[in-house]
């Protein structure tokens, strides 16, 4: 049987990859999967937990999260849509009406 | 070297079984199509392949042998990686499907290295949720085809079969939660073993048709099959949905610009879906393997069905043999034709010889199966022959503005039925 | 055959995960979105597959339809809608390269490390799955958390009004 800090550790990984695209990257898109790609570090890190305390809440709360990445997914692609239609870039740094 | 197999004896079962169903899979395959553009010809008033081999029966040699040797031109600008990950994509996981469909219920009546042989490569308590996994990712072979294409043609047709196969995904999965209700478990075979329980025994009202069960009829899953049935057309791209792949409309779609071998594994990927949405619903709705005849002592003379079927039409087909135009037909044909006649007389002795009593027992579950299977598959090859295509937004609007609210009007009618059962 | 160090638990374990921390670096590395978004498909398998080790058999299928077959699907749309090219090559600060990666090591380090302390509270599983997982789950989805459920409806809803309205061309 594989220990649960083997598998809280390669969440830890996951997420710092996932931190590290988000920091870095420059498209809208990548940066937004790179979001995706924490909510599955999470994910992991939760069944990990169901698993070693022999409870299903746990995986109960995994499929939430899958739920609500999936809403946030639709409407985020919605608005990067409307930022490409309208700055006819994907580039993050043309985004920054805001900047003082 | 006899221990160490002894020790190994699952994973070299499993790999032997793997290579068997590609194998077996894979020559299904070959003359399913050999099986359509007959089915097709003749619907159509014409001949079909008949040429090559007798009666065209080695037409799928010849095309295979010319998928191999055509040559295979990659168009200029394409995503190296994506346009050749994109067939390899849609075969394996075609291929993959074909894991937990179960064949039969018992294992082989002898044992292979200690182990007992069963007829399935996975025994899964979610084998139905891995099917729908499969489906849900094979949209990414076309979607990636298309983009990976570098044409107009690929990328519009790509994109609008991808549409369709995700529209139609949600119908698909709606219409088999019906029989999910009736059966309490996600694996296919405890599916199968709860249509084992028909009124008086007789096999095909307990099927998910017909739900005339021993403790009542529950709601029979028509709506459900007839949702799945169509949802699965579309899914696989067939005719009457086959917009996106029709050769009139965006030259090839998806597949425009793949040659040769990429589009041969498109080809098998279909055939293959189509062989296991057949397998599919089978097992929902057709209860599967189980004979549709009671299993009583009056009823044994079912259990030579096989060999009633195969002995007629071995003599059909030495008969039909011996008058064939060609030499070579004059010698394959009757040769086949005696092959099937010894296999049915083989099974049909079994009434007397002992061991072969086992063989004919072993062989009804996988006889039934076979044989519903079959008759699915000519149900998607006369849809093809016979009905017009649907247009996309036609097509689109039968997905999402018929077919979902009436897989989801069974699924609360089911629902309903089977809650005032459980109270009464 | 002598029993080897490696369980094959251990085995299925390492390779997965190694597939999953390929597909993120992948994620990355990769200059083209469409590469990134097929990494992170792979990622997602792999995590299913790790779900699969770990008995949560049914998290893990829902997991391959929905994250797999549904959301990334959606991604692959947008990008091939979108036209999305390579990413161009611009300006980028120094400090961000070279405090900005040693930094997220250090971040992910000090996460392991927590984990790895004898007494981080996380008790050793007894057992290698948890036996019929999926009806628990469905029990506990009907009724415990019937109401986060339902409200989970009410929440795609608005996700489908919301993507609908943001994603209509102006009318003219």
Known sequence: MVPTHYYLILSAVLFGLGAVAFVFK?????????????????????????????????????????VVAAAEAAVGLGIIILIQRNRQSLNIEKVNLLKL | MISFLQQNAFWIITIVKIALLLFIVLTVNAYLTWFERKVVAHIQSRWGPHRVGPHGLLQPAADGLKFLFKEDPTPAGVDQFVYYLAPFLALTLSLTALAVIPFGPDPLPFKILGEQVYLWIVKSDIGLLVLFAITALSVYGIALAGWASNSKYSLLGGLRSSAQMISYELALTM?????????NTFSLQGIIEAQNNAKWGFGALGWNVIAWTKNGLLFPQVIGFICFFTSAIAETNRAPFDLPEAESELVAGFHTEYASFKFAMFFIAEYTAMITVSCLATILFFGGWLSPFPPTSFWTFTHYIPSITLIPFGLWVIYDGIRYETIFGKLILPAVGFAMFAIGAVLLAGVRIAPLHTVNEFIQ????????????LFFYVWARGTLPRLRYDQLMNVGWKLLLPVSIANVILTAGIILWRSHS | MAESLVSPALLTFFVLAGLAVLGAGSLVLQKHPIHSALSLIVVMVSLAGLYLLMGAEFVAMVQIIVYGGAIMVLFIFVIMLLNAGEEEHTDFSQLAKFAGLPLAFALTASLAALVFKPDAGVPAATQAFIPKATEQISSMLFKEFVYPFELTSFLILVAIMGALVLAQREKK
């Open chain 2, 365 to 376: 579950p996988v006889f039934w199966f076979t044989a519903k299977i079959l008759v699915f």
């Open chain 1, 26 to 66: 420059r498209n809208i898109i990548t940066i937004f999967m790179s979001i995706e790609l924490m909510l599955n570090a999470v994910n992991l890190a939760f069944v990990a937990f169901s698993q070693a305390f022999g409870k299903v809440e746990g995986q109960v709360f995994v499929l939430f999260v899958i």
């Open chain 2, 175 to 183: 219409s088999v939660v019906g029989v999910l209700l009736m059966a």
